[in-house]
């Protein structure tokens, strides 16, 4: 095993202090992606800084907000009687992550940061333009059946796999961060980055930046939702297409409604269009099917990935009439 | 899970052990001294290692000694020409990606794997293949028969019939992947004697391959091996990196562990090959088969020939006068496969329990009512009867308890919103087999009886039924029975494969309990004792602290007179969603045929296991090679598939339990294979007759329904 120095920490300020500090220093949260990748030989921190013990474990609501902290466990969120009862989409997504052994481990922070699980970049004796740039796509032309159908880059075609970030973005969360110089939000949905020509990329957090917690504003929307994850075993695979729906709903009529994907784009993929369609109109299955077809304007296959483009649409129809069925 | 329909469930004798943690595995054996070894691999597909640098790792922390084939410890087998081709550390060659290089030895298993990281090699590349599909349409491509051409009747009969198909089938490679990760502990010691605690289906193989590789007496060989974290038949040979372990303990003086990586099972330890089969059957307008044609292709290695029995199933399972089989393998630059549970037959059962439901579909008929329409008599290839054969009354069971009233002949019939529903059947065939093997049991003053025999269990409960076959021939309490395997100094058993075990060894302990008993008698009876006298009373009486005997045991002239087969008929109901082309296995029927149930609970489990392996053989399970590279793809848990609870419904097993009358002293048939074998089509049929489409390329996954 390579060395590396590991470091315990119990507030946010000295943690931040400690990462400016290294170059090669990374945050150690519930390690069930980190330790993975360092095990592969894909990344090699220097320091470890374990930030188990930083008081972030809060789920609380404050005004209009329900706030969570970076260190919340996926479990903890998932179960919580706000959430539950505030917004259930994120207790569901959560719930089709993972298993339960990961869940429990795994922290909000860790979930939104977690690296892409394409073959190629895993495995460093591949190309991968994301591992190492200017390699090439080694998925690209090879095994992407996983791979993304929106948002690609001639460098990257991975997806980000989070389920727990596809209902933020639906829900239109915020993400604080801080830094020594202080903190800052940031909508999710402009959290996560497409791969572009920086395919090294996934998100936009500083390097001198901790993520601290989210804020989610309470909707309408804890009725008629659901999270729809499609995967090739019924848990414990991560999705091929899934979606988050949820519609706030009077006499039939749509008034609010979110759609998200996953497993389609470098990024949470909200589906604006859709959203803007169904708005106001009534919540048939001919309207849901328009909304799907608008959501796949501009979608493209690789191949391996190409039944992407009927599975989507299918699973946003079959999302959305699961969340209509609710009540 | 339905409760059994046997009673007087016993539990496995070494349950407890395993469930508190007490059974010991291969790597948690803690030997003075032991140092760990960790394995460098080739990152090329083909070609030769034309520079190996090793003197960062050899300077690294903790490193004990980095073997390769430049300063290979002597093996006696691999100085002499000929022989295997995969010498490990006695060539140059690479012959596939992933292959073990080099070994490094280290006194922590941290150090060893670092210092691994920093062998680096240099290769000559040769250009390779290792896309099967691609090796099958290359006329350059070497090809050769797996098994000898069979023919009964006219060839290619089914092209002339009334009614036919002929259709192709895929399986990709399947990885066993049991939980247990393989490795082996290897303690050579001076005067060439060698202590080895080993991952094994078989300690009497594992010590006469070792003794051969290094010429030394099997004498000198202890092989430990009492439990196994599962198997499936990737355990049943010594790989080179067992015998890559053997020789950094001999070079180094020092026992070595390794215990391989999750991604090096894939590479190191076989798989179930590729195959690609065509069948033809051809049926008369009343349903009746007059032609059957299996046309097998398998996956081979370009190092060594591998064959399993494809095709097998083809030439008796149905009643049908023109058979003609064959059964090619195809080199590729990967790894050499091995038996995967119900190996070969499980490939073969996919493909032609497919095309069964296939031309009953064709001729509008129930597929169970065609399989039973075709249902022979006799074994129409060895011509013979069969031993015991209860297919009818199985088919019965079953359809009763999956409510196979319910289905309906025309697919896509059972539609709730997006749910289409569907039921499948197939059946499972297996040789029933039976070798030869001894125990010895050594009958005590105390009351108590032990049995011994260097026989395996790789998790079917071997003990456990071991122990009930002389609870029942001798009365005596199932706590005070003892049986012990896994070691190789016991008398000798046959590895634990081709679902063989209960019949093999189960008739020595038959033997050596009938003995027991004899003598008891014997005793009894000269000693003027009542002969149905106690045999604590009799040893006692005879001051005698114990009896001993051996029995060898194996099957004589029945074999010859009759055909003998184990049988399990699969049925399920499945759910498929047409839009997300999600398939649910709702409900699960086996019904195993094969003779006395010995030991329902462990009977049960086997059933249980492979009708778990079966939904990962039918739904989620492909190792994937991306071919440009020779590398695997999907080689670790989160990507490849191995059914989860959530996949797994309720699974309600049966046994016909009859005696078998010719097999063995006990009527008991193997069962380990069949509960798998057949179990991939009867998902394929179901998913038919759910949506009326026929997936012939297993795993059945979302985007297969969707196309
Ligand atoms: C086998 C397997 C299956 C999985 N299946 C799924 C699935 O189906 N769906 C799904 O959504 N996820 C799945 N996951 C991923 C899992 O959700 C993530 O591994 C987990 O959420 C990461 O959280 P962690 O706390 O363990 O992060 P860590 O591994 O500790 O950290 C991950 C990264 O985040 C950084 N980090 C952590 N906290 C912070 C912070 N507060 N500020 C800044 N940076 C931070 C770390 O430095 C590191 O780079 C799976 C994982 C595995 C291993
Ligand atoms: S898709 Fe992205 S992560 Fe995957 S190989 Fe290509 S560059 Fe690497």
């Known amino acids: 095993m390579i060395n590396f120095q590991y470091l315990r920490t119990t507030t946010a300020k000295s943690a931040i202090a400690l990462l400016v500090k290294d170059k090669n220093a990374k945050f150690l949260a519930g390690g069930t992606n980190l330790i993975d990748l360092m095990k592969r030989g894909v990344t090699a921190p220097e320091k470890l800084i374990d930030i188990n013990h930083v008081p972030l474990k809060e789920i609380k609501q404050v005004g209009n907000k329900i706030h969570i902290g970076a260190l919340a466990s996926n479990t903890a969120v998932a179960d919580h009687v706000l959430i539950k009862e505030k917004l259930p989409l994120l207790s569901w997504a959560l719930q089709a992550g993972a298993s339960a052994q990961l869940r429990n481990v795994a922290t909000v922070g860790g979930n939104m940061m977690q690296r892409t699980r394409c073959g190629y970049f895993y495995d460093i004796e591949m190309p991968c333009n994301k591992r190492q740039s200017g390699t090439g796509c080694g998925a690209m032309e090879g095994f992407n059946r996983m791979h993304a159908i929106f948002g690609t880059s001639e460098q990257c075609i991975a997806v980000h796999p989070s389920d727990m970030c596809i209902a933020l973005v639906a829900l239109d969360a915020e993400v604080v961060l801080a830094s020594t110089k202080g903190e800052r939000k940031m909508l999710f949905k402009d959290f996560h980055r497409l791969a572009g020509d920086t395919p090294h990329l996934d998100n936009n957090l500083k390097a001198d930046e901790m993520i601290i917690g989210l804020e989610i504003p309470i909707n309408n929307l804890a009725k008629n939702y659901h999270y729809l994850k499609v995967r090739d075993r019924a848990s414990y695979a991560f999705a091929l297409v899934s979606v988050a729906a949820a519609f706030e709903i009077a006499d039939n009529k749509i008034i609010d409604v979110r759609l998200a994907m996953g497993g389609v784009a470098h990024k949470p993929w909200r589906l604006t269009a859709s959203e803007l369609f169904l708005r106001g109109k009534e919540a048939s299955l001919n309207n849901f099917e328009q909304a799907a077809q608008l959501a796949m304007k501009d979608a493209k296959g690789f191949g391996g990935n190409d039944f992407k483009l009927k599975l989507a649409p299918n699973t946003i129809i079959e999302a959305l009439n699961l969340a209509k069925s609710k009540a | ?707």
């Open chain 2, 1 to 707: 899970m339905e409760k059994n329909m046997l009673k007087d469930e016993n539990d496995r004798v070494d349950g407890f052990l395993k469930v508190t943690g007490k059974a010991k595995y291969f790597a948690e054996y803690e030997l003075p001294g032991l140092t760990y070894g960790v394995l460098v691999t080739s990152t090329i597909t083909k070609g030769k290692i034309t520079s190996l640098d090793t003197k960062a790792a050899e300077k690294a922390p903790g490193v004990i000694a980095v073997i390769s084939h430049l300063n290979k410890p002597s093996a006696a087998a691999y100085e002499q020409e000929g022989g295997p081709q995969m010498k490990i550390f006695y060539t140059d060659k690479i012959f596939y990606n992933g292959q073990p290089i080099a070994i490094v030895v280290a006194n922590t298993f941290e150090r060893a794997t670092y210092a691994a990281s920093l062998v680096k090699a240099t290769y000559a590349k040769e250009t390779f293949n290792t896309d099967f599909e691609k090796a099958l349409k290359d006329p350059k491509a070497k090809k050769f028969q797996g098994q000898a051409d069979y023919k009964r009747g006219e060839e290619n009969a089914y092209k002339t019939a009334e009614v036919k198909l002929e259709e192709r089938y895929f399986l990709p490679i399947e990885t066993h992947n049991p939980m247990e990760l393989h490795g082996i502990i290897a303690d050579w010691r001076p005067n060439n004697q060698l202590t080895v605690y080993a991952k094994t289906q078989g300690v009497k193989a594992t010590q006469g391959t070792i003794a051969n590789v290094f010429k030394i007496p099997i004498e000198n060989i202890q092989v430990n091996s009492e439990f196994v974290g599962g198997g499936f038949g990737m355990a049943l040979r010594t790989w080179p990196l067992e015998i890559a372990t053997v020789m950094a303990s001999k070079h180094i003086g020092k026992p070595v562990k390794v215990v391989i990586t999750r991604m090096q099972m894939f590479t190191m330890v076989g798989n179930r090959p590729a195959a690609i089969q065509t069948i033809g059957l051809g049926a008369n307008k009343d349903g009746k088969l007059t032609g059957i044609t299996h046309r097998a292709y398998g996956e081979t290695s370009t190092y060594e020939n591998f064959t399993e029995g494809v095709v097998n199933m083809a030439k008796f399972m149905y009643q049908c006068d023109n058979v003609n089989t064959s059964y090619v393998i195809i080199p590729v630059d990967l790894g050499v496969p091995i038996w995967m549970r119900g190996p070969g037959e499980a490939t073969g059962a996919f493909a032609l329990e497919s095309a069964i439901d296939e031309m009953a579909h064709a001729l509008d008929m129930d597929p169970l009512e065609f399989r039973i329409k075709n249902d022979p008599e006799t074994d129409q290839q060895k011509n013979k009867p069969f031993s015991s054969k209860n297919i009818k009354e199985a088919y019965k069971i079953g359809a009763d308890k999956i409510g196979w009233r319910n289905r309906k002949n025309k697919p896509g019939s059972l539609v709730e919103g997006p749910w289409q529903t569907g039921y499948g059947v197939s059946v499972g065939v297996f040789n029933a087999n039976r070798g030869k093997a001894s125990v010895k049991g050594i009958l005590k003053a105390d009351g108590s009886l032990l049995l011994q025999s260097a026989t395996s269990d790789i998790g079917p409960g071997t003990g456990t039924g071991m122990t009930l076959i002389a609870n029942k021939l001798m009365n005596i309490p199932v706590n005070k029975i003892t049986f012990e395997l896994g070691d190789s100094s016991l008398p000798p058993a046959p590895s634990q494969g081709g679902s063989a075990t209960l019949s093999t060894v189960g008739s020595a302990v038959n033997d050596v309990c009938v003995a027991l008993k004899s003598t008891i008698a014997e005793l009894a009876a000269n000693s003027n004792m009542d002969a149905t006298a106690n045999f604590v009373d009799v040893l006692k009486k005879n001051n005698l602290p114990q009896i001993e005997i051996t029995k060898e045991s194996q099957s004589g002239k029945e074999k010859d007179s009759y055909s003998m087969y184990s049988f399990s008929i699969h049925f399920v109901q499945v759910k498929v969603n047409s839009l997300t082309g999600v398939v649910k296995i709702n409900k699960i029927v086996s019904v195993g045929d094969s003779g006395t149930i010995v030991s329902p609970k462990t009977a049960r489990s086997q059933m249980v296991g492979g009708a778990v392996g079966g939904i990962g053989m039918a739904l989620t399970e492909e190792s994937i090679i991306d071919h440009r590279y020779g590398r695997y793809i999907n080689n670790n848990f989160a990507d490849y598939h191995v059914p989860v609870n959530a996949d797994v419904p309720e699974i309600d097993v049966n046994f016909i339990n009859k005696p078998d009358p010719y097999i063995n002293p006990m009527g008991a048939k193997g069962m380990g294979e069949i509960a798998l074998i057949g179990f991939s089509a009867a998902v394929a049929n179901a998913v038919f007759n759910a949506t009326g489409k026929r997936i012939r390329t297993l795993p059945i996954t979302p985007d297969k329904i969707l196309a």
